[in-house]
């Protein structure tokens, strides 16, 4: 904001004072001098900052409104304030009614029931100065005990009865104004003045409508505002059952201001002496999924002595950066990691910076102490053709010669190994089974001989002939439906995972990076019935209580998506989650993020609580909102599927990264020049 445009305000402001405030009877100096220095506009979206200074309550976030100016003059008015008082506000939206009290008051105490406006009202005071403000993100009904007594209360919302737990936050002698009303929006001002340990004296001031007051001691049920559908669908009644339910998360859930200042020695705690967390995703594009991750796995890393990420990910593409972040001297490739469809998955801004953080922390480490990264998936068929084919022609050219003349059966279906699978299946073209996996015992039978050379390059090598094997059998599979090549490949993963963990020690823990669909207990959701399993269930049934599941969930954002196969990355917008979903009732405590450990409380595992069977979203690299509750929702226990849920009420897309926003970094780092 320009000179210009301070000036301008500060003589709407004063113009609104004096006609809108002063001309309706206000008369507190103290309240007119507050009103005449906080900037309103800044309390507004920028859109409608040119409308500041009118008498009128306008739209701010999470479908709320600020109140216009006369109002919160005449309610601060009310309070009788002298100077220097301890005030609570319930309800502190954008945060401009608690500014204008702050300039009266000596501390301010402020609860908002949605957690969104708390965060960005906190936000926005302590830049705008206003450090006598506290803010908390609770339910408003309850007020703030531990800062009772209070000299004033204020409530800028109206409910059916003044709750009992405000009464007793007030001071002797203290005031509390409050809209009061059987109907909802429709209510009388009224100011309470408590005159003894027990007795209170009421007055009517004026007949007002403000929204309603949600909470334990308010409206009993928020169903317009929490199980509306999406884009203006039918309100989803919200039973007993469910209300208590949410009440409970809301309780048991812990609260993170943002990913960079969450607590997570809780979630530690609870991780315990697990060997493999494995840390989901509800999207392949979301970014606070894989800042989340980021942030997990360098405390695992640091605190728990985790030694490898392993993620769901190419191993010739994670090869490269496994290469950069443990200081490997190997030539740099003629490829590009990440280059295949979807490269937004992993070729962003968010895994770059973790990559970067950890060669920057390996840098610390001695060679064998050094954090790897690995991949566990089998789409890279060609990629892994050629690195067990030049890895054999450095150690064992004669052994190369064959390999190649083995893999040649699939050399016509490099560029589009899909092709390979109808072929074989429609009879049109041999099986090259017996060839690739001869290739395979071939390499596994000389282990001991070739890893004298190099343990690390023979295990890459053997992983990569592995991949082949696994491939060669997936796009073969694929064709005979969903079940066989979905098991295929994460069967694959999960041995790719145990050989890892082979290799890198008894004892050695890791780090994997997938999505929920993989990471989760497939023996808790639908895909059970189908005949499906996924890596999340193997790890729990080899490795038991030592494999920690995490999933995570959304309400509503954006994403990074397409909408075919092959198609271009676009950024979508996520519908808000349907009011049958585990997603709508973490949407309806209010919370912005949380983590909700699920292992141990067994009131939230119960049949009767979130182990109810729910819809569950899942977006993968294709989102298509118009099909959404068909093509992206399936039924789910939640508790018997994660050990623990990470939640973002609102999320926004992973910032996709090109060759060119790395082209100064050297040619061995993964992302390519």
């Not at 109140?67 to 919160?72: A, D, E, N």
């Not at 009904?141 to 800062?147: A, D, I």
């Not at 890459?460 to 997936?474: G, K, P």
Request: charged share 25%; proline share 5%; net charge negative.
């Amino acid at each position: 904001m320009n000179y210009s445009d301070k000036v301008s305000f500060q003589s709407l402001r004063k113009q609104m004072v004096e006609r809108h405030i002063t001309a309706r009877g206000v008369r507190d100096e103290l309240v007119l001098e507050a009103m005449r220095r906080v900037p309103r506009e800044l309390f507004l979206p920028e859109r409608l900052r040119e409308f500041a200074y009118e008498d009128a309550p306008l739209p701010i976030a999470e479908e709320q409104t600020i109140s216009q100016p006369y109002i919160v003059a005449f309610m601060a008015e009310a309070l009788l304030l002298k100077g220097g008082e301890r005030v609570l506000e319930i309800g502190a939206g954008s945060g401009y009614a608690a500014a204008v009290l702050s300039e009266i008051a000596g501390a301010v105490y402020t609860v908002e029931r949605l957690g969104p406006l708390a965060e960005r009202a906190a936000i926005l005071l302590a830049e705008l100065g206003y450090h006598n403000v506290h803010v908390l993100h609770g339910d408003g009904t309850k007020g703030w005990p531990k800062h009772a007594p209070f000299d004033a209360i204020v409530v800028a919302a109206g409910g059916p009865r003044v709750p009992e737990s405000l009464k007793h936050q007030l001071k002797i002698g203290g005031r509390l104004v409050m809209p009061v009303g059987s109907e909802r929006l429709g209510q009388e001002l009224i100011r309470i003045t408590r005159i003894s340990a027990d007795e209170y004296r009421s007055e009517d001031i004026a007949d007002v409508r403000f929204v309603p007051l949600i909470g334990d001691e308010g409206w009993a049920s928020a169903q317009e505002e929490r199980f509306t559908g999406a884009r203006g669908g039918a309100i989803k009644p919200v039973t007993p059952h469910d209300e208590m339910l949410i009440r409970h998360i809301g309780e048991t859930a812990e609260s993170f201001p943002s990913i960079e200042t969450a607590d997570l020695n809780s979630m530690l705690n609870r991780i315990g002496s697990a060997r493999i967390v494995l840390l989901g995703e509800a999207t392949h594009g979301t970014s606070e999924f894989y800042r989340m991750r980021d942030r997990i796995a360098r405390d695992l890393i640091i605190k728990k002595g985790f030694r490898f990420i392993a993620v769901e990910a190419d191993w010739p593409d994670a090869a490269r950066v496994d290469h950069y972040v443990r200081h490997f001297q190997y030539p740099p490739s003629e490829w590009t990691a990440f280059a295949r469809f979807p490269t937004w998955m992993w070729r962003n801004t968010e895994v770059r910076d973790f990559v970067s953080w950890l060669r920057k922390y390996n840098g610390t480490l001695g060679r064998e102490e050094r954090i790897a990264f690995h991949g566990l998936d089998l789409y890279s068929l060609y990629d892994s053709i050629r690195s067990v084919l030049d890895y054999l022609d450095e150690v064992d050219p004669e052994s190369a010669r064959i390999a190649r003349e083995r893999y040649g059966c699939l050399t016509p279906w490099q560029h589009d190994p899909a092709t390979y699978g109808h072929a074989a299946l429609t009879g049109s073209y041999p099986l090259c089974e017996p060839y690739v996996v001869r290739t395979l015992t071939d390499l596994l039978a000389k282990r001991r001989v070739y890893a004298e050379h190099d343990g690390e390059r023979f295990l890459d090598a053997e992983q990569n002939a592995r991949l082949v094997a696994n491939a060669e059998r997936y796009y073969r599979t694929m064709y005979y439906g969903s079940r066989a090549s979905w098991n295929l490949r994460d069967s694959h993963m999960f041995e790719t995972l145990r050989n890892l963990l082979a290799f890198h020690g008894l004892g050695s823990k890791a780090i994997v990076w997938a999505h929920n669909s993989h990471i989760g207990n497939a023996a808790a959701t639908e895909m059970a019935a189908r005949g499906e399993h996924n890596l999340g269930q193997l790890c729990r049934e080899k490795f038991g209580a030592l494999a920690y599941l995490v999933g995570f969930g959304t309400h509503s954002g954006t994403v990074a998506a397409a909408s075919d196969w092959n198609g271009p990355m676009e950024i979508k917008t996520v519908r808000p989650s349907v009011p049958e979903s585990y997603e709508r009732l973490c949407h309806a405590t209010g919370l912005s993020r949380f983590m909700l450990g699920l292992r141990d409380d067994g009131y939230l595992r119960g049949p009767a609580a979130l182990g109810e069977e729910r819809l569950e979203r899942a977006i993968g690299v294709i989102y298509r909102p118009e099909t959404e509750r068909e093509s992206h929702y399936f039924r789910s226990n939640l508790p018997g599927q994660f050990d623990e849920y990470i939640w973002f009420d609102d999320t926004h897309a992973v910032t996709p990264l090109d060759t060119e926003a790395v082209k100064d970094l050297p040619d061995t780092y993964p992302f390519g020049v």
